[in-house]
């Protein structure tokens, strides 16, 4: 059973980091596309990315945090 716990924990972590990195690229490549449009706000969009990937940073930590229930059990 203890194979199958690594195995949960491994898809858990690497799907979170997956998803993560997919998220800080999307927010990124709109931040850049938005300030290349309006470069008088680059102050505003580049606060609201920098927001926004450490909202999409907490889902990293998240499945950590799981991956590790899941090798305890």
Do not use: H
Request: no cysteine.
């Amino acid at each position: 059973m203890e194979i199958y716990a690594l195995l949960a924990a491994a898809i858990v972590f690497g799907l979170g980091a997956l998803g993560a990195g997919i998220g800080n690229g999307l927010i990124f490549s709109k931040t850049v596309e938005g300030i290349s449009r309006q470069p008088e706000l680059r102050g505003a969009l580049q606060t609201t990315a920098f927001i926004g990937v450490g909202l999409v940073e907490a889902l990293p930590i998240i499945s950590l945090v799981l991956a590790f229930i899941f090798m305890a059990k």
